[in-house]
Structure formats: structure tokens, C-alpha cells
């Protein structure tokens, strides 16, 4: 069994979908799979976790925010009805509007982004959607990844399949909590763990890490299964994982 987890570039619109779909479904392996916010793509030039903060801030300030989230509305829609799901688009979208209408805190409205968007790849995929409230535990800020690995467990091993939304979980209060800006991977992560996946795939559109050496032109690093040297990457401002989620897979392998 694999855990697979998806990035904002690979899901910005239908076209990039129908590759993520093609990559899940062409290894039976890969049960459970953890989604990003839509990123940037060729019809959307904002990352919808962005333009969430920006409407929780004017919303904050009693200002109109409908111009940006009109932004949020076609990046979603367009997905929708470009590969004609079954999913009333329409109506979630409308919930969330109403929650940042009615004050929802910071990181309840920018962890809306991996809602949807699992949402509608559950849908794209047949899968079932699982949220990750019901998975990860925040305690005094912190994951607490004793019991949300037990929930994991429990949860996720009813379902054959599932999608789950990365980068946030729930705390003591109840309430959401989100992981620093990138935490996807670190749902992955926790995830692959604690059901002693086989694997822990971590999808992007960039191929590897690279060194950055010229605007113009790209050196290859290669590091082959060295988990250190990805651990010291992501430290170093590597963008490509995020630093944390190395540590709830350190004791399932040998580096």
C-alpha cells in the first residue's frame, strides 16, 4: 500500500487533474492519497490559499471580499465542469463564504483550499473523502502524532480508497489548526506512517530537487534514497518538501 500526496501546481486545473487521476490510477497500490490547495496554473495566476487569506483579511475588516472570491469560485468551477462531476460545487463553495462571512478564524478559512480541492478529487476519482479534522490532532499548537496516528488508523483502514485534505487538523478546542504554509506533505507524512505504508510518494511538477545555479539554466542534484540530505535541503529553503515531514517517517527507515 502507498500513500501518495499531490501539490497546489499539480492540481490548479482540469487538465492537470486528468494526469493526477492517470498517475493514482495506473498502481492499485496507492490507497490514500493527500491533496494541496490549487496552485497556480495557465487560467488562475493566484494560489487559492493565498486569495483565502486575503479574503479572511477583508472580511476582518468588514470589507467586501466577493471580488476575490469570485477568483476562488472559477478556479473550482471551471475544474468541475470541465471534467463534469457529480459534486455540488455550487453549494460547498457557498458554505465556506458563509463561514468567512460570519468570522471564521485565519486558519479555518486558508485550510478551506485542501477541503475542496479533496473533495473534488474524491469525486474525479470514485474515492471516498475523508477529512483530515477527523485524522490529525493538534495539542497546544502541535501535532500530537501518537493520537492521530491512532486515528488513522481507526478511520482511514474503514475505507479502501480515500482522499484526504492536507495542511491542517483539529485541536483540544475543536476547532481547526493548520501546519506552516506547505504542511501537505507533513499530512502525507503522518499518514504513510502510521499505516506502515510502503511508500510514501510526494507528487509535484518539478523533478526532484534541483540546484539552482543561473536564472537561465538548471543543475541536476541528485540524492538518490538519502533521507538526510532531503532533511537538510528542506532546512536549507529547498521548496520542494516541506522540513517537517521528515520526522514522523525517520523511524521507518534506515538512513
Not at 497556480?40 to 471580499?65: I, P, Q, R, W, Y
Not at 463534469?84 to 455550487?90: A, Q
Not at 540524492?223 to 532531503?230: A, K
Given at each position: 500500500?502507498?500513500?501518495?500526496?499531490?501539490?497546489?501546481?499539480?492540481?490548479?486545473?482540469?487538465?492537470?487533474?486528468?494526469?493526477?487521476?492517470?498517475?493514482?490510477?495506473?498502481?492499485?497500490?496507492?490507497?490514500?492519497?493527500?491533496?494541496?490547495?490549487?496552485?497556480?496554473?495557465?487560467?488562475?495566476?493566484?494560489?487559492?490559499?493565498?486569495l483565502?487569506?486575503?479574503?479572511?483579511?477583508?472580511?476582518?475588516?468588514?470589507?467586501?471580499?466577493?471580488?476575490?472570491?469570485?477568483?476562488?469560485?472559477?478556479?473550482?468551477?471551471?475544474?468541475?465542469?470541465?471534467?463534469?462531476?457529480?459534486?455540488?460545487?455550487?453549494?460547498?463553495?457557498?458554505?465556506?463564504?458563509?463561514?468567512?462571512?460570519?468570522?471564521?478564524?485565519?486558519?479555518?478559512?486558508?485550510?478551506?483550499?485542501?477541503?475542496?480541492?479533496?473533495?473534488?478529487?474524491?469525486?474525479?476519482?470514485?474515492?471516498?473523502?475523508?477529512?483530515?479534522?477527523?485524522?490529525?490532532?493538534?495539542?497546544?499548537?502541535?501535532?500530537?502524532?501518537?493520537k492521530?496516528?491512532d486515528?488513522?488508523?481507526?478511520?482511514?483502514?474503514?475505507?479502501?480508497?480515500?482522499?484526504?485534505?492536507?495542511?491542517?487538523?483539529?485541536?483540544?478546542?475543536?476547532?481547526v489548526?493548520?501546519?506552516?504554509?506547505?504542511?501537505?506533505?507533513?499530512?502525507?507524512?503522518?499518514?504513510?506512517?502510521?499505516?506502515?505504508?510502503?511508500?510514501?510518494?510526494?507528487?509535484?511538477?518539478?523533478?526532484?530537487?534541483?540546484?539552482?545555479?543561473?536564472k537561465?539554466?538548471?543543475?541536476?542534484?541528485?540524492?538518490?534514497?538519502?533521507?538526510?540530505?532531503?532533511?537538510?535541503?528542506?532546512?536549507?529553503?529547498?521548496k520542494?518538501?516541506?522540513?517537517?515531514?521528515?520526522?514522523?517517517?525517520?523511524?521507518?527507515?534506515?538512513?
Amino acid at each position: 500500500m502507498k500513500v501518495a500526496k499531490f501539490g497546489g501546481s499539480s492540481l490548479a486545473d482540469a487538465r492537470q487533474l486528468k494526469k493526477v487521476k492517470d498517475i493514482i490510477l495506473e498502481d492499485d497500490a496507492r490507497k490514500y492519497i493527500v491533496v494541496s490547495a490549487p496552485g497556480k496554473g495557465v487560467n488562475n495566476n493566484h494560489k487559492v490559499t493565498d486569495l483565502l487569506a486575503m479574503c479572511h483579511e477583508l472580511s476582518a475588516h468588514e470589507l467586501n471580499f466577493n471580488e476575490v472570491y469570485k477568483i476562488i469560485e472559477n478556479v473550482f468551477k471551471n475544474i468541475v465542469d470541465d471534467l463534469v462531476l457529480d459534486i455540488d460545487i455550487d453549494k460547498i463553495l457557498a458554505e465556506v463564504k458563509d463561514e468567512i462571512t460570519n468570522g471564521a478564524s485565519y486558519d479555518f478559512v486558508i485550510s478551506r483550499g485542501e477541503f475542496i480541492s479533496a473533495q473534488v478529487l474524491a469525486a474525479y476519482l470514485g474515492f471516498e473523502f475523508v477529512d483530515a479534522r477527523d485524522l490529525i490532532v493538534f495539542t497546544k499548537g502541535v501535532v500530537d502524532l501518537p493520537k492521530s496516528e491512532d486515528k488513522i488508523k481507526e478511520i482511514l483502514t474503514q475505507h479502501e480508497n480515500a482522499v484526504v485534505p492536507g495542511f491542517y487538523g483539529e485541536n483540544e478546542e475543536g476547532k481547526v489548526n493548520t501546519f506552516s504554509r506547505g504542511g501537505s506533505d507533513v499530512t502525507g507524512s503522518i499518514i504513510a506512517s502510521a499505516l506502515d505504508a510502503e511508500m510514501y510518494e510526494n507528487f509535484t511538477d518539478v523533478s526532484g530537487f534541483w540546484l539552482l545555479t543561473q536564472k537561465s539554466s538548471r543543475t541536476p542534484l541528485l540524492l538518490d534514497n538519502y533521507l538526510q540530505g532531503v532533511e537538510e535541503l528542506s532546512y536549507m529553503g529547498a521548496k520542494v518538501l516541506h522540513e517537517e515531514a521528515i520526522f514522523p517517517l525517520r523511524t521507518k527507515i534506515f538512513l
